[in-house]
């Protein structure tokens, strides 16, 4: 069974400061993804990566993916309160998904709090 | 263009009753896939329809079914509810094939089982 482990679970911060989420697992994907999710609401894609060692900016958010294929992190500078939300990484194909990149594996999340 | 939307948005159920949640994939979408999103969880893959054809499924009894329609919007069907069935259930709509790594979320449907 596939898994993504992401760290930290839980993350409150001051508007200004830096942070850095991680997404690993000991399994290779074909991309990944990163996802923001407010409560009540579905999750949003906000970037996919699918070369290893890749790096993708987006505004104040920094996305890499490792060398290896099997992890990633996402560095957010300068934080705002409109951060806030659950940070969510997923997964595509790999190798219990016969080949297939239909799954979306998901991990559990990191609830970022950015306090005014 | 409209965007992925999910009916109800709420819903209460006895244990032992069925349910079907509802969604309409985004304009020119043929894939759907159905997620299951307990609290404090990511969420977990239940299965893909992708032109009326399910292709692929999570770890998930029988009695989760779906259905596609010609339009590509799709049912989620949970017979004999359980208490731990109580979940955020989302759909995702994607292009199919080499696109669907991209998915787009619906808001999600809450179901309690009491």
């Known amino acids: 069974t596939q898994l993504l482990e992401q760290s930290p679970q839980f993350l409150s911060i001051q508007e200004g400061e830096n942070l850095t989420v991680y997404c690993n697992s000991s399994?290779?994907?074909?991309?990944l993804q990163w996802y923001r999710q407010e409560p009540g609401e579905g999750p949003v894609l906000l970037v996919t990566v699918v070369t290893g060692g890749e790096v993708k900016k987006l505004k104040r958010l920094t996305f890499q993916f490792g060398d290896a294929r099997k992890d990633s992190s996402l560095h957010i500078t300068a934080a705002q309160p409109g951060d806030t939300g659950l940070y969510l990484c997923?997964?595509?194909?790999?190798?219990?998904?016969?080949?297939?990149?239909?799954?979306?594996?998901f991990g559990k999340g990191t609830l970022l709090t950015v306090n005014p | 263009e409209t965007g992925v939307t999910q009916s109800p948005t709420h819903l209460i159920k006895t244990r032992g009753q069925q349910v079907t949640l509802r969604c309409s994939s985004q304009s020119g979408h043929n894939t759907v896939s159905w997620y299951q999103q307990a609290l404090g969880q990511g969420p977990q893959f239940i299965f893909q329809?992708?032109?009326?054809?399910?292709?692929g499924r999570g770890n998930f009894p029988p009695r989760f079914s779906g259905l596609q329609f010609p339009n590509y919007s799709s049912e989620l069907n949970v017979n004999a509810l359980e208490l731990d069935d109580s979940a955020l259930y989302l759909c995702?709509?994607?292009?199919?094939?080499?696109?669907?790594?991209?998915?787009?979320f619906g808001p999600g449907t809450r179901l309690t089982v009491t």
């Open positions: 995702a709509s994607s292009l199919g094939g080499a696109f669907s790594y991209e998915q787009y």
């Open positions: 997923a997964g595509l194909g790999g190798a219990d998904s016969g080949g297939s990149n239909y799954k979306l594996t």
């Open positions: 399994s290779v994907f074909s991309s």
């Open positions: 329809y992708y032109r009326e054809e399910e292709n």
